[in-house]
């Protein structure tokens, strides 16, 4: 998706009507809020990995292996049935987490669009006339 930036000095932005003033002020909130939203998947999704890179690695050892889990900052001994048991509740978890915010992300990008819609019928009778170039 295209995200289109508006950019104008605020004597410009002051000159406009008000619900354009508003308009632009809300689609300056929406983007912000969508590139929160994408960072905190991007982040959750890295979790993901990782924690399936673990599940994978715990299928590689026995049953009876020897497994340390970090909490905080401690290395603490743990069983591989119970390891990968809470490795498995957090990737559903992870999942659920990331599925709400791509659901959120769509939300978003949908208003985001719609707005910039809006703002460019808004703003096109404000735009000066283009001239037609002379030929030569």
């Not at 004597?11 to 994408?38: F, G, M, Y």
């Not at 890179?53 to 290395?75: M, N, P, R």
């Amino acid at each position: 998706m295209k995200i289109v930036v508006y950019s104008m000095e605020s004597d410009e932005i002051s000159r406009l009507p008000p619900h354009v003033q508003e308009r632009l002020l809300r689609l300056q909130q929406l983007q912000q809020t969508l590139q929160v939203i994408l960072t905190q998947k991007q982040q959750l999704e890295l979790e993901l990995t990782e924690t399936e890179q673990a599940l994978s690695e715990l299928e590689k050892l026995t049953d009876d292996a020897v497994i340390y889990k970090s909490i905080g900052s401690l290395l603490v001994k743990s069983e591989k049935v119970k390891a990968t048991t809470e490795l498995n509740e957090r990737k559903d978890l992870l999942n659920m987490r990331i599925g709400v915010l791509g659901k959120q992300e769509e939300r978003l990008r949908s208003q985001v669009k719609d707005l910039q819609v809006k703002l460019q019928r808004d703003l096109r009778p404000l735009a000066p006339p283009s001239q037609p170039e002379s030929e030569s």
